[in-house]
């Protein structure tokens, strides 16, 4: 699949980097994203050791999200920004990935970054998945109880080709970015696995988040590893 250079797109970008210097870059890139021509909506994410939503983090490797006014606007920072240059010159590994949007549901710092969003998405191809939550405090314990559980279906998950936790701000803002094989194994695990079930039932009865943000995309154009190969081109 392919976006017209006119049609709004994502991108997710995970970088790893030879040592925790790396965290510096989340202070001094934020004016250069800022600048950014056609750069809707961004997002510096910081990431977790887990497939889900986690307390640890691993300071060597660093994400963004991004919502971009069209294909050329990703194209154009890719080939000029010196944030992409240094993806390129100083990463151990990097992984990006551009999105389609077909679905979102919430907001994300009270925006909507994907309005009027609302496609078919492609019968049979692989699934991408962000999902965002704004932890109230006095919930923080009984949510982070319940990661483990989700870790867990999340690593031996039929049709889970990668997922990655990941925090916008410590604690309290966490994301998931993950790839499914197609719509029917993300809805398998979403809707019709009991422990996640459970979960969600918690999350709604005892309103653990203050926001949350669900959106699907259907992924194309990948480049680069993820953990040493890249999920959506399996050997």
């Not at 250079?5 to 040592?19: G, T």
């Not at 982070?144 to 559980?149: A, D, E, G, K, N």
């Not at 990668?162 to 194994?185: C, H, K, N, Y």
């Amino acid at each position: 699949m392919t976006a017209t250079s006119a049609s709004p797109i994502a991108s997710f970008h995970l970088v790893r980097y030879a040592d925790a210097g790396a965290m510096s870059h989340m202070a001094f890139d934020r004016p250069l994203l800022r600048a950014a021509p056609g750069l809707r909506f961004w997002r510096l994410l910081g990431t977790g050791r887990g497939r889900a939503m986690s307390l640890g983090a691993d300071l060597r490797r660093w994400a963004l999200f991004a919502v971009w006014r069209g294909e050329a606007d990703l194209e154009a920072f890719l080939r000029t920004s010196p944030i992409a240059a240094r993806w390129r010159q100083e990463a151990r590994e990097r992984w990006q990935v551009r999105l389609a949007p077909l679905s979102s549901r919430g907001t994300w710092s009270g925006h909507d970054p994907f309005p009027a969003t609302d496609q078919a998405a492609r019968s049979g191809g692989a699934v991408a998945v962000l999902t965002r939550a704004s932890i109230r405090p006095r919930r923080l314990v009984a949510f982070y109880r319940s990661v483990p559980p989700v870790e867990e279906l999340l690593r031996w998950q039929d049709g889970c080709l990668a997922s990655i936790g990941m925090g916008e701000w410590p604690v309290a803002r966490q994301a998931t970015f993950s790839l499914w094989r197609d719509a029917d194994a993300m809805r398998a695990f979403a809707y019709r696995d009991a422990a996640h079930r459970r979960v969600i039932d918690q999350v709604r009865a005892h309103d653990w988040y203050a926001e949350e943000l669900f959106a699907r995309f259907t992924p194309y154009a990948s480049e680069g590893v993820w953990d040493g190969t890249d999920p959506l081109r399996p050997p």
